[in-house]
């Protein structure tokens, strides 16, 4: 019998989908802690997930899930959903890159395909949501990301800002009030070997200095 797709099962396939893109499986505690449960639900979840007809994860005990082929698409379709939400929540109904992400994952859930391929052509079928994340094609594939962290850079090299990684609403804004937004012009104009803080001229405005808790979240 097919595994019913149910919100619950969808949140735990995104955050397997997001923790194992380093290609490492997704632990049991790191999913507790995203998703606000006991490490026992996680391991209870995962190993019906495992036993679902199709596998949505393959689970190792102590190792952590994967998604196999139908896992990664069904997380695909609710990423797709999610991002073309936060798009059209910001171009159409004017929302802020950091208002979004709650709304999009109430309404990710239960928008009709219909419906999604309504927002994507109205949208002109963008490739990247607000925060610069690729949107998963229509056919759930995701196009390759050629991105590098913002810390990865020294001085004398510069980049524009493609996207940034975070939902949280005060970073977001943080990163707004430092000019750190997709589509920004980066400068690195200095770099301290001792904590990998940068001195940073953003759009030719005055230069500042910035840590690593940010310039990893930040990818050019």
Same mark, same amino acid.
């Given at each position: 019998?097919?595994?019913?797709?149910?919100?619950?099962?969808?949140?735990?396939?995104?955050?397997?989908?997001?923790?194992?893109?380093?290609?490492?499986?997704?632990?049991?505690?790191?999913?507790?802690?995203?998703?606000?449960?006991?490490?026992?639900?996680?391991?209870?979840?995962?190993?019906?997930?495992?036993?679902?007809?199709?596998?949505?994860?393959?689970?190792?005990?102590?190792?952590?899930?994967?998604?196999?082929?139908?896992?990664?698409? !069904?997380? /695909?379709?609710?990423?797709?959903?999610?991002? @073309?939400?936060?798009?059209?929540? &910001?171009?159409?109904? $004017? %929302?802020?890159?950091?208002?979004?992400?709650?709304?999009?994952?109430?309404?990710?859930?239960?928008?009709?395909?219909?419906?999604?391929?309504?927002?994507?052509?109205?949208?002109?079928?963008?490739?990247?949501?607000?925060?610069?994340?690729?949107?998963?094609?229509?056919?759930?594939?995701?196009?390759?990301?050629?991105?590098?962290?913002?810390?990865?850079?020294?001085?004398?090299?510069?980049?524009?800002?493609?996207?940034?990684?975070?939902?949280?609403? !005060?970073? /977001?804004?943080?990163?707004?009030?430092?000019? @750190?937004?997709?589509?920004?012009? &980066?400068?690195?104009? $200095? %770099?301290?070997?001792?904590?990998?803080?940068?001195?940073?001229?953003?759009?030719?405005?005055?230069?500042?200095?910035?840590?690593?808790?940010?310039?990893?979240?930040?990818?050019?």
């Amino acid at each position: 019998m097919s595994e019913i797709l149910t919100q619950s099962i969808q949140d735990y396939l995104k955050q397997i989908y997001d923790l194992s893109a380093d290609g490492m499986p997704a632990s049991t505690n790191d999913l507790a802690v995203r998703l606000g449960v006991a490490p026992a639900s996680v391991t209870g979840m995962l190993q019906r997930l495992a036993n679902a007809s199709p596998a949505l994860v393959i689970y190792k005990k102590h190792q952590g899930a994967t998604l196999t082929i139908e896992g990664e698409r !069904a997380a /695909l379709e609710v990423i797709r959903h999610h991002r @073309l939400l936060e798009t059209w929540l &910001v171009q159409t109904l $004017g %929302y802020t890159w950091d208002e979004v992400h709650e709304e999009a994952c109430r309404l990710e859930h239960v928008i009709s395909e219909d419906f999604e391929r309504r927002i994507a052509a109205a949208l002109g079928n963008p490739a990247r949501d607000p925060h610069g994340d690729l949107i998963p094609t229509a056919d759930l594939t995701m196009p390759s990301d050629d991105t590098r962290p913002l810390a990865s850079l020294r001085t004398g090299e510069a980049g524009t800002v493609k996207r940034v990684h975070g939902a949280d609403p !005060a970073f /977001l804004r943080h990163l707004q009030g430092l000019g @750190l937004i997709p589509g920004a012009q &980066v400068h690195v104009i $200095g %770099y301290s070997e001792f904590d990998g803080n940068l001195t940073l001229q953003v759009d030719f405005q005055p230069a500042f200095v910035v840590g690593l808790a940010i310039t990893k979240q930040v990818f050019v």
